[in-house]
């Protein structure tokens, strides 16, 4: 009780020394002034990309406000937090500066990550991240289509491929084979290019299972160089790459008439385009190329015959929801012409979907479309005189070998709205060979109905493949007359 009451008197003789005391320290902390946070105001994104064929550095710049003052700024890697650079000493004691930072890029594709550590003098800190994406300088892109490793069926094919030059523009390219020999070349030249679509048709002499090696070099107007190797190996394929055709008449001191055809085949083996020589003897008159387009269907949408660098017609297929063919319209000139100089229309077509009759032109009608079952496939076997579609003029063929024509094409519909080569209807629309064409209805005095207006036979090759087709067809107006196309079929090996 004693020692509680020595205790109190104490604590009240010494308690208006504490309290003085109290208000001297909270006097002395209000003079002590409180600033804002440090803050960063970037003038540029915190990510951005750069490309080294504009720069090789990069000024980060930024404005900095420290009120309380600056004590310490450090650039650090984000990666692994290291001190890139110190620059406390440089702007020591600042309240409001602007940073700038140069880095040097590297000379590769990468990204490069900061952190800006910002302390003030009363030990408020802020860190503010930055990226750089650094890309490296452009070099022309070269795309081939298909690849850099190709099997052809056929020495004649075409090469495809997208180019491209980033941010410069294209000032050269050329292919060159085993490195030596230049099949192509260009100078870009007039108007700058960075996008190019490039198509070349190769005729190369290869060999079967010997790789030729196609070099593309692409330059761009910084000299900027992309090279790639293209490998290309001729394999076997059943498909002819080349077609001989012969024509003479018998009886008759004429000179044999030729036709090369050269097939092109893009990568699912459908021919893209034909190279269509005419000879007179040995001496080429002229070529004509077809050039074919696919819908998304894989049925031809457009076959065009170009001679002479310049459009000659074109054939135009329309095709129903079904996917079943509904009209053809042939054109004279240049593709974007918008009259038909013919169309070909279905009226009617069987439950099945084939065309039982149509309308050529306006008025001119055919009927009753022949086919012919084979097993569960069922086959066209009217052949078209299409110019004239009168009954007089109508034939078909007989006698099935049941042999598949080589060039059989069935993406391509046998309705021409007028034939462009009689030889193209015979190699593309019948899938069989037969033996006989017939008149269906007869031809007056000219043929009786189930007469024969030409005859078929073929050689095979000792692989089974057809190599030859001969047709021997009756001169209208003298039966002991003969015209012959003898078609001879060349394979890869």
């Given amino acids: 009780m004693k020692k509680l009451e020595k205790f109190t008197k104490l604590f009240r003789?010494?308690?208006?020394?504490?309290?003085?005391?109290?208000?001297?320290?909270?006097?002395?902390?209000?003079?002590?002034p409180t600033f804002p946070d440090p803050g960063i105001d970037m003038s540029q994104s915190q990510d951005v990309v750069v490309c080294l064929d504009t720069i090789d550095r990069y000024t980060l710049s930024m404005n900095v406000t420290t009120p309380g003052g600056l004590e310490v700024l450090e650039i650090l890697n984000a990666n692994d937090h290291s001190v890139l650079s110190d620059l406390s000493e440089k702007y020591k004691g600042q309240t409001k500066f602007l940073l700038e930072y140069e880095i040097l890029l590297p000379e590769?594709?990468?990204?490069?990550?900061?952190?800006?550590?910002?302390?003030?003098?009363?030990?408020?800190?802020?860190?503010?991240?930055?990226?750089?994406?650094?890309?490296?300088?452009?070099?022309?892109?070269?795309e081939v289509f298909g690849g850099l490793e190709k099997s052809v069926i056929s020495p004649t094919f075409l090469l495809k491929a997208k180019?491209?030059?980033?941010?410069?523009?294209?000032?050269?390219?050329k292919l060159t084979l085993d490195?030596?020999?230049?099949?192509?070349?260009?100078?870009?030249?007039g108007d700058p290019v960075d996008v190019y679509d490039y198509e070349f048709l190769c005729e190369l002499s290869m060999k079967l299972g010997e790789p030729a090696i196609l070099t593309f070099d692409l330059v761009d107007d910084k000299d900027l160089k992309?090279?790639?190797?293209?490998?290309?190996?001729?394999?076997?394929?059943?498909?002819?790459?080349?077609?001989?055709?012969?024509?003479?008449?018998?009886q008759q001191e004429t000179v044999h008439k030729f036709?090369?055809?050269?097939?092109?085949?893009?990568?699912?083996?459908?021919?893209?385009?034909?190279?269509?020589?005419?000879?007179?003897?040995?001496?080429?008159?002229?070529?004509?190329?077809?050039?074919?387009?696919?819908?998304?269907?894989?049925?031809?949408?457009k076959l065009e015959t170009i001679t002479s660098d310049s459009t000659f017609y074109y054939i135009q297929y329309e095709y129903d929801s079904d996917g079943s063919f509904k009209s053809s319209s042939r054109y004279d000139g240049p593709t974007g012409e918008t009259d038909p100089k013919t169309k070909l229309s279905v009226l009617e077509k069987d439950a099945n979907g084939f065309v039982t009759s149509f309308l050529r032109g306006a008025t001119a009608k055919l009927e009753n479309?022949?086919?012919?079952?084979?097993?569960?496939e069922k086959l066209l076997v009217d052949y078209f005189k299409i110019t004239n579609v009168k009954d007089n003029f109508r034939e078909h063929f007989t006698g099935n070998t049941s042999v598949v024509w080589p060039t059989y094409f069935p993406e391509l519909p046998a309705f021409f709205p007028e034939i462009p080569e009689r030889r193209l209807a015979n190699m593309f629309c019948y899938k069989y060979i037969y033996t006989d064409r017939v008149s269906t209805y007869g031809n007056g005095k000219y043929a009786d109905p189930g007469e024969s207006m030409a005859k078929y036979r073929y050689n095979t090759d000792a692989k089974g493949r057809v190599n030859m087709v001969e047709i021997g067809e009756p001169y209208i107006f003298r039966k002991d007359v003969i015209d012959y196309d003898v078609y001879t079929f060349e394979y890869a090996d």
């Avoid at 699912?268 to 696919?294: A, C, P, S």
């Fill in 13 to 32: 003789q010494v308690l208006p020394t504490l309290l003085l005391l109290i208000v001297v320290c909270l006097t002395a902390c209000d003079d002590d």
């Fill in 108 to 142: 590769r594709d990468t990204v490069l990550s900061y952190n800006i550590r910002i302390v003030d003098a009363q030990s408020k800190v802020i860190n503010k991240p930055f990226n750089i994406t650094v890309k490296a300088a452009s070099k022309p892109i070269i």
């Fill in 163 to 173: 180019l491209s030059s980033g941010v410069n523009k294209m000032k050269e390219y």
């Fill in 179 to 189: 490195r030596t020999k230049v099949l192509d070349s260009k100078v870009f030249e």
């Fill in 226 to 250: 992309s090279s790639v190797d293209i490998r290309v190996t001729l394999v076997a394929g059943n498909k002819p790459i080349k077609v001989v055709i012969e024509s003479y008449r018998t």
């Fill in 259 to 301: 036709n090369h055809i050269y097939f092109v085949y893009n990568d699912e083996q459908l021919i893209q385009k034909m190279n269509y020589d005419f000879y007179v003897g040995e001496e080429r008159t002229t070529r004509w190329q077809y050039n074919i387009t696919y819908n998304d269907k894989k049925k031809v949408s």
């Fill in 369 to 376: 479309i022949r086919y012919e079952t084979v097993g569960k």
